[in-house]
């Protein structure tokens, strides 16, 4: 369990992170999203104890991390800032943190070969390309089999078979009881690994619940009418209630505000022919991004 009250952090006039609250459960993955520059790893830095908060508190199980004396033991983290040296061996590194933490050395070969690492060892970490760093950072993080994972953008230079490969072992680490937070700014991404969602744009929290919660309140559902008349249908569906009518590419119409079944009895009593009719959802990424843009004011989902 990782507790975040009331977080908030700034850097001269601005505000990053801004009275930011939530809880992040065991057993379950949880998504952190926010776009570009949210606040997510200045959060993920104060929950680790690595940034000192203004205000506010973060805790890890029972205690701040900073009071941990063998911390790996306890919280595993993936950081952008966490590359271990370019003249290190990935066996160095992991030795290294190993000794320091009072990690058994047979935990470094079991990680290497967890994270598919065993082949590059005794590479350099400076030749080493973006997915195979990020494969090393996770490693780091696993070396202490710790109860709690906070992961900064994983996925980054991971290809289709390394994110398939983590989003199984993220799934394996909750279903073992573990807290796992994970951040992303790519919505899809997000809805593929994780389970709970802690959304926040501008420092603020935007939304705290589960991946298909999210979909169902902010996702944008719409009606797709196809009919040779699409300017006489759009008038009844405006008269008769629809939030708006819009005319997509292919000529089609998108009516938002109605149930399929209302706009099937609007054009059949008007007399317009349908070809089409469907109801559609729109895509996660259309949905955080509508969420984020509307988010100047903040509401707790
Ligand atoms: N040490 C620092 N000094 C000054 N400003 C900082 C510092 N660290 C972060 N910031 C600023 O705080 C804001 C939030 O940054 P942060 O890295 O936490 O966001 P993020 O959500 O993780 O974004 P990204 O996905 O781009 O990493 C940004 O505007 C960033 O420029």
Request: proline content about 5%; charged content about 25%; aromatic content about 4%.
């Amino acid at each position: 369990m990782m507790l975040a009250e009331r977080l908030t952090k700034r850097y001269g006039p601005a505000t990053v992170v801004d009275d930011l609250s939530f809880t992040v459960r065991p057993g379950v993955v949880t998504g952190f999203l926010g776009p570009n520059g949210a606040g997510k790893s200045t959060t993920m830095r104060m929950m680790l104890g690595l940034t000192r908060p203004d205000s506010g508190t973060a805790t890890v199980g029972v205690r701040p991390y900073r009071d941990l004396t063998y911390p790996l033991r306890h919280v595993g983290a993936l950081l952008e800032t966490s590359a271990p040296h370019r003249g290190m061996t990935a066996v160095g590194h992991l030795s290294w943190l190993a000794r320091s933490n009072r990690i058994p050395r047979r935990r470094v070969d079991e990680m290497l070969d967890a994270v598919g690492l065993t082949g590059a060892a005794r590479q350099r970490v400076g030749t080493f390309s973006l997915g195979m760093g990020q494969r090393l950072g996770l490693a780091a993080a696993l070396l202490g089999d710790p109860p709690v994972l906070v992961l900064d953008e994983p996925v980054n230079g991971l290809d289709a078979e390394g994110i398939r490969w983590l989003r199984e072992l993220l799934r394996a680490k909750a279903a073992e009881g573990r807290t796992v937070l994970v951040s992303s700014h790519l919505m899809a991404e997000m809805a593929q690994v994780a389970d709970e969602l802690i959304v926040i744009s501008r420092g603020r929290l935007l939304a705290e619940t589960s991946v298909s919660e999210f979909i169902g309140r902010h996702g944008r559902t719409f009606v797709r009418v196809r009919t040779p008349e699409p300017l006489r249908a759009a008038q009844e569906f405006q008269a008769q209630g629809a939030a708006s009518v819009r005319r997509a590419a292919d000529g089609g119409l998108e009516v938002d505000g109605l149930p399929a079944g209302e706009v099937n009895r609007i054009a059949a009593a008007a007399g317009v022919p349908v070809e089409e009719l469907s109801t559609h959802t729109g895509s996660l990424e259309e949905t955080f991004l509508k969420l984020v843009d509307d988010g100047g004011d903040p509401t707790h989902v």
